[in-house]
């Protein structure tokens, strides 16, 4: 028996049930007056009954679920800077001749406000997001996220991704980079035409990854101050941060093999 063939069912015994019950009343009282009365009555209850039920209660626990999903994957993406997203982000910006146009912006303070957030994401729409080519340690490069691509591929299973699209843009262009390193067994020495087709890959990570860590900075402070402290002390903009607290050295960039 289906699911569906079970909810009839079940339907048809509480209409039963529900007329057996008027005809014990009728037997025992001898009013269908006042049976009537109580069923119109009910009858038209039914109607606020739903729109509480349907309309408010349900788009209460709706968000409710929506929020509870909201807060898992902002873990989510937590691990990916922790593990792979604030290291490639040093890396890549420390090879944009430009940077300087808008390092300063990134240097998020805890006294941020909403509004200075979306300034900055404003701003970032219109930049540029380019490295040197000539730069590139593609080596370097190959040997980090290729490292990192069962993580990537776990990240992209996860269903919450699919309450957000940029980020699930990002796992992908980042995870694209990542199998266009692993089918080149020979990294050195490539053709410029190629070394340009793997910079257009990276500019395109890059882009997507630093308008994502300036929406997570802003959650992280909006909801989560310590691990906000954490983040602007390893802040891959500020060549001054450092985990440790008094430090003044930078982050560091992808690892060698």
């Not at 990002?170 to 050195?188: D, G, S, T």
Request: hydrophobic fraction near 45%.
């Amino acid at each position: 028996m289906t699911r569906l063939s079970r909810q009839v069912w079940f339907g048809i015994m509480l209409i039963v049930l529900s007329v057996l019950a008027y005809y014990i009343h009728f037997l025992i009282f001898r009013d269908p007056h006042h049976i009537f009365i109580f069923m119109m009555s009910d009858v038209a209850f039914v109607f606020i009954e739903v729109l509480l039920v349907s309309l408010i209660i349900h788009q209460v626990l709706e968000q409710r679920e929506r929020r509870i999903r909201l807060e898992k994957l902002n873990m989510v993406i937590g691990a990916f800077f922790s593990e792979i997203g604030t290291t490639l982000l040093t890396y890549f910006s420390n090879l944009d001749p430009n940077l300087d146009v808008i390092r300063q912006d990134l240097i998020v303070s805890s006294d941020w406000s909403d509004e200075e957030f979306d300034r900055l994401i404003k701003k970032l729409r219109s930049y540029s997001y380019q490295v040197r080519p000539d730069e590139l340690d593609l080596v370097k490069i190959r040997c980090y996220v290729v490292e990192k691509r069962d993580f990537l591929l776990s990240m992209m299973e996860n269903p919450n991704l699919m309450e957000h699209e940029t980020f699930t843009e990002l796992l992908r262009a980042v995870f694209h980079l990542a199998e266009e390193m692993k089918f080149r067994e020979i990294i050195e020495d490539l053709p410029e035409e190629d070394i340009g087709h793997l910079t257009r890959d990276i500019n395109r990570a890059y882009s997507m990854l630093v308008y994502e860590w300036v929406a997570y900075m802003k959650h992280l402070k909006e909801n989560f101050p310590y691990f906000f402290s954490l983040a602007m002390r390893t802040n891959p903009f500020d060549q001054k941060a450092s985990v440790v607290v008094g430090a003044g050295q930078g982050t560091q960039g992808p690892h060698a093999c």
